[in-house]
């Protein structure tokens, strides 16, 4: 069954308005989550590292003051999407990586389409 | 900078023939090799994880292998729904290390 999950599914909301995206490990802790962004039939491209108790770290050119990542706990990650513009309509993921487990897990992703 | 290439970016196969899908990389230190299936409009699934140069690991008519500059994922009597996206990636560094993937390989395969 899934380990990761992320909440919405999708979600659509008007331009200038914020969107908040919530990625839990359902049963591990994960100190570190990833998030990524994918555009159509392109391939994930990491935004940010999402870090239990320190500052997120991002990825050249995304901008940190629009996507806002908050590791509230070791088992969720909140990526909040600022005033969102037609242009930040990706498919979004998170994933965590488990310890002790030779793998990374994905969560199902949040569509979002800003209007 | 780590770097991943797959091909080809499309194939297209008869139910029942068997293909391989290509995964060249570049990278200082690599710690692991991923394959993942990814469906769309739903988050990648894992499918294999390869740590060093000769490895192999099967899974039903999936089996992958890995080279020092390439991996490999090789479909045997593929069935229609082994129709997805195959994307490979890798990880240098440490455990806790995010994942550098490639752009995949879109597989369709016919009855």
């Known amino acids: 069954g899934a380990v990761v999950s992320q909440h919405p599914s999708w979600v659509i909301c008007k331009s200038g308005t914020s969107v908040k995206i919530e990625c839990r490990s359902l049963d591990f802790q994960a100190t570190t989550m990833f998030w990524y962004r994918q555009f159509p039939k392109q391939s994930l491209m990491l935004m940010a590292t999402?870090?239990?108790?320190?500052?997120?770290?991002?990825e050249q050119g995304v901008e940190k003051d629009k996507f806002l990542i908050n590791h509230a706990s070791l088992t969720l990650s909140t990526l909040t999407v600022t005033s969102a513009h037609p242009e930040d309509s990706s498919f979004y993921i998170c994933?965590?990586?488990?310890?002790?487990?030779?793998?990374?897990?994905f969560g199902p992703g949040t569509r979002l389409l800003v209007l | 900078e780590d770097q991943v290439t797959q091909s080809p970016e499309a194939l297209r196969l008869q139910e029942g023939e068997s293909s391989s899908l290509n995964c060249s990389y570049t990278?200082?230190?690599?710690?692991?090799l991923f394959w993942y299936r990814q469906d769309p409009g739903k988050g990648p699934e894992f499918l294999f994880t390869?740590?060093?140069a000769g490895e192999e690991k099967e899974k039903e008519r999936l089996k992958a292998t890995l080279t020092k500059k390439e991996s490999f994922l090789h479909i045997t009597a593929p069935k229609p729904e082994d129709s997805a996206t195959y994307l490979c990636a890798v990880q240098a560094g440490a455990e806790n290390t995010p994942l550098v993937f490639g752009k995949g390989t879109r597989l369709s395969v016919i009855a």
């Open positions: 999402s870090n239990e108790g320190s500052k997120a770290t991002y």
């Open positions: 994933s965590a990586p488990r310890g002790g487990v030779e793998t990374q897990y």
């Open positions: 990278v200082s230190g690599l710690r692991g």
């Open positions: 390869l740590y060093s």
